[in-house]
């Protein structure tokens, strides 16, 4: 987007001499554009007052250097003025940083976070207001710079006057537009709750994989959930690893377990050949516009490059491609095939949700997984089918 910035005439303001020249401008407005700035604190608990005070109509900005004046009651009784319309952003903010310099009853002053929602905005910042109503960017460069030097630089000037006067074009700009109902402006507002929710919860995703594939390459056993039941699972690959969920599992040796992966071209790793047949029933298990039929895994003929202990007697191993988005990422993140085997000890009944998940299993392995505790869905098993090498098909769990 094009650079927007103040092009009229900005005057700074900062011997009380000059106060009641522009307060006599300001008073014959209608509508003006408010904003503030103070010296940026980078210490948690520490504050610091209002240091400049900016106020825009369409052709003057005038920058109040409130850290060099004080706040002198002419100015302060402008916020009073019933007759002007004081616009500014978070302006609850600003004023209470005014009011404690000098205390005045504000009049007439809007606040544009509380008046773009009706426009179908519900972006709060100034940049990213701007930005829709215009299709234009102002600059944020200047922000976090020193608002109490003895002098402001021209970027810090033109910064401060672009802001004021951008909120008051935004408020003229609205106010010449056609308001949203009431109901509409609630749906939006629903709608951006539930993104917002959404969005966080992706982010968490995506933390907990990441504290996930940490663990298994340091050797680790997790608990996570998949496409099916909470499933305990270690790098397929790391032999020590294999041995160690074994162990916690109290599963006996010779007992295979299946693997995930994120896709076929990794089946291809672990495995000589994929038989025809098993090609069909990978075809016919995959998605289907986003949604995927119930989980199959396929226990292929001639496994290779795994650990010990995760094929079969007669080599074959069982691989399940999972289509479910947490389990998907944490194995494409991985890049190993990833075992899989019910969150139990062994011999117990499989959980069907996490809270069914023993205690003692929980506090056994190296990580559990956040994502997806709170469901409370009952999950199934996938199904079981063998394929042989002359492509012979064997259903072990329909």
């Known amino acids: 987007m094009p650079l927007a910035c103040f092009d009229g005439e900005t005057i700074i303001v900062d011997q009380l001499g000059q106060v009641d020249d522009a307060v006599a401008y300001l008073n014959s407005c209608d509508v003006l554009g408010i904003d503030t700035e103070a010296r940026p604190s980078f210490t948690r608990g520490v504050h610091y007052p209002t240091a400049l005070l900016q106020i825009a109509d369409g052709q003057r900005c005038y920058l109040f250097r ?157 608990i996570y959930p998949t496409d099916t039941v909470w499933g305990m699972g270690c790098d397929a690959t790391n032999q020590q690893a294999v041995d160690k969920l074994f162990r916690i599992k109290q599963r006996e040796k010779g007992k295979s377990m299946l693997v995930l992966v994120p896709d076929i071209d990794t089946i291809l790793e672990f495995t000589d050949t994929i038989p025809e047949a098993a090609a069909q029933l990978l075809e016919v298990s995959a998605p289907e516009e ?29 691989i399940r491609i999972t289509y479910e988005k947490f389990s998907n990422l944490l194995c494409s993140q991985l890049g190993k095939p990833l075992v899989s085997t019910s969150a139990n000890f062994s011999g117990r009944p499989t959980p069907k949700a996490f809270c069914e998940i023993d205690s003692k299993l929980l506090t056994a392995v190296d990580y559990v ?18 394929v042989g090498r002359d492509n012979q098909i064997t259903i072990l769990r329909p």
Not at 304 to 311: H, L
Request: some cysteine.
């Open 290 to 318: 986003g949604v995927a039929p119930k989980p199959m895994t396929i226990i292929y003929p001639d496994a290779k490059n795994v650990a010990e202990g995760i094929r079969a007697e007669d080599g074959s191993l069982g």
């Open 66 to 222: 409130l850290n060099k004046i004080g706040m002198p009651p002419s100015l302060a009784k402008l916020f009073s003025n019933k007759r002007i319309c004081k616009v500014g952003l978070a302006f609850k903010d600003d004023l209470h940083g005014l009011q404690r310099l000098h205390d005045f009853k504000p009049q007439n002053c809007i606040d544009l976070q509380s008046l773009v929602a009706r426009y179908g905005i519900l972006e709060l910042g100034l940049q990213k207001i701007f930005a829709i109503v215009f299709a234009r960017k102002i600059s944020k460069s200047q922000q976090l710079t020193n608002w109490e030097a003895d002098i402001l630089t021209p970027e810090q000037a033109r910064y401060a006057a672009t802001d004021a006067w951008a909120t008051l074009l935004i408020y003229n700009a609205l106010r010449d537009s056609v308001a949203l109902p009431n109901r509409e402006v609630e749906k939006l507002k629903t709608a951006e709750r539930q993104a917002q929710v959404q969005h966080q919860l992706e982010i968490n995703m995506h933390r907990d994989i990441d504290k996930a594939v940490e663990v298994l390459q340091d050797g680790g056993v997790i």
């Open 369 to 386: 997984c956040h994502s997806r505790r709170s469901e409370n869905t009952s999950a199934k098993p996938s199904s079981i089918i063998k």
